[in-house]
């Protein structure tokens, strides 16, 4: 069941170990040349943005996690909350499970907790294939009064389920239908795999609204599935695929490249506002976390609001040190600069 697949994710990301062991998210390439006279307050340093037509107090997007499962309600309760005390953005889990059960609607709607944020709602764009159309993503949509939709990309994650959609043939035609009819701007979400060049250019000329790369580095979503499957032969596809993907840093690079235009969301494995302010000099517009959230957020709405205060006080601290007053300064910004990374490295964990 698909509620029982939900908390079978939760469960397996609080607790096990099912980073990336290898392959990185690419971020400590880079480096900010240190500012030794920046020429700021630190107290006005701007860490501000407009996403989709609202105003964020910081550039940050609670990723899209869960619900979907009784249990799980008061995971996107506290998440909610805690957005909306610190004026940031949130998206909620796959709510597939709700459209097709109406009776799991409950666990996804959040806006009593947040009137104001910007809320992404979300559903697998493979689900195109499997009856699901305009009618389906507007409901998700209106279900949470959401402002955007997500449609999430996970070929690899389903390939390795048991209960897996696997017929990814013609999404693109039916995803622009989407772009073109559902109301809302659309943004193309992978899981953890990371957006090549050519997918990001497809994605913008059809019409897509705004992409997030969730490149590779973070969690392992195929190690997640080896942990569930009691089935040998999926659980060794599984592993064998752990390593895969493009590293977050360099499929952010594509989609700049590939769809200047497009508003850019970065995740896959930050964990700090040092790396959201290198991801944001790299060309995000936000970035997006899960893991460091959700493991808060199963204690207390003021567990979530600390840990999003630490994020922007280290983002901003990052701007100041590198004197970038605002991030429109930080976005163009020439002090992250390209590092050589080896077990010489001089500038070590501090860049």
Not at 14 to 20: H, S
Not at 110 to 124: C, E, H, K, S, T
Not at 199 to 227: F, K, N, P, Q
């Amino acid at each position: 069941m698909t509620s029982e697949r939900k908390l079978d994710h939760v469960r397996i990301n609080l607790e096990e170990d099912v980073g990336f062991k290898g392959l990185t998210t690419g971020l400590e390439r880079y480096c900010f040349l240190h500012s030794a006279l920046p020429e700021l307050n630190l107290q006005e340093v701007d860490t501000h943005t407009t996403l989709f037509k609202k105003t964020l107090a910081a550039p940050l997007v609670i990723s899209s996690m869960t619900g979907g499962a009784g249990s799980l309600e008061k995971i996107n309760a506290n998440l909610a909350t805690a957005a909306q005390q610190a004026h940031i953005a949130m998206g909620v889990g796959s709510q597939r499970a709700a459209i097709v059960d109406p009776r799991s609607q409950y666990t996804f709607r959040v806006r009593d907790y947040a009137p104001d944020i910007l809320l992404f709602a979300n559903l697998g764009a493979v689900q195109l294939n499997y009856g699901f159309g305009v009618t389906e993503c507007q409901r998700a949509v209106e279900m949470i009064a959401a402002d955007c939709l997500i449609l999430h990309l996970n070929p690899l994650q389903e390939c390795v389920q048991p209960e897996g959609d696997t017929n990814w043939s013609n999404l693109l035609p039916k995803i622009e239908e989407i772009c073109h009819k559902v109301g809302v701007p659309v943004i193309a979400k992978e899981v953890g795999w990371g957006l090549s060049f050519d997918v990001c250019h497809r994605l913008w000329e059809i019409g897509i609204s705004g992409l997030d790369v969730a490149g590779s580095g973070g969690t392992s979503w195929s190690e997640v599935e080896a942990h569930r499957t009691t089935d040998e032969r999926l659980r060794r596809l599984a592993l064998t695929f752990r390593e895969w993907g493009i590293p977050t840093a360099d499929t952010l690079l594509m989609a700049r490249q590939a769809a200047p235009e497009l508003t850019l969301i970065a995740s896959g494995g930050l964990r700090n506002g040092l790396e959201v302010a290198k991801a944001i000099a790299l060309g995000a517009h936000a970035a997006a976390m899960a893991g460091p959230f959700l493991r808060h957020a199963v204690n207390s709405v003021e567990a979530v609001v600390e840990e999003i205060e630490t994020l922007r006080q280290e983002l901003r601290l990052a701007m100041f040190l590198s004197a970038n007053p605002d991030l429109a300064h930080l976005r163009d910004t020439p002090a992250l600069i390209s590092i050589k990374v080896d077990h010489t490295d001089i500038f070590g964990e501090g860049c």
